[in-house]
């Protein structure tokens, strides 16, 4: 089974803010780099605040 990492952006990012680091690590290695709810590419449902 390969070794997943998980990689979460900083707030006001996108998983995109990964691909050099992604880019330099060894192959067989499962990553996941999601946006978070409301950052990048993923849409922000009503009724959420940043408070």
Same mark, same amino acid.
């Given at each position: 089974?390969?070794? %997943?990492? =998980? /990689? &979460?952006? #900083?707030?006001?990012?996108?998983?995109?803010?990964? $691909?050099? &680091?992604?880019?330099? =690590?060894?192959? !067989?290695? $499962? &990553? &996941?780099?999601?946006? /978070? $709810?409301?950052? !990048? /590419?993923?849409?922000?449902? !009503?009724? #959420? %605040?940043?408070?």
């Amino acid at each position: 089974m390969p070794t %997943t990492i =998980l /990689l &979460l952006h #900083y707030f006001g990012g996108a998983g995109s803010t990964w $691909r050099p &680091l992604i880019a330099r =690590l060894p192959a !067989g290695i $499962r &990553l &996941l780099a999601p946006d /978070l $709810r409301g950052f !990048g /590419l993923n849409r922000s449902p !009503g009724g #959420y %605040t940043v408070d």
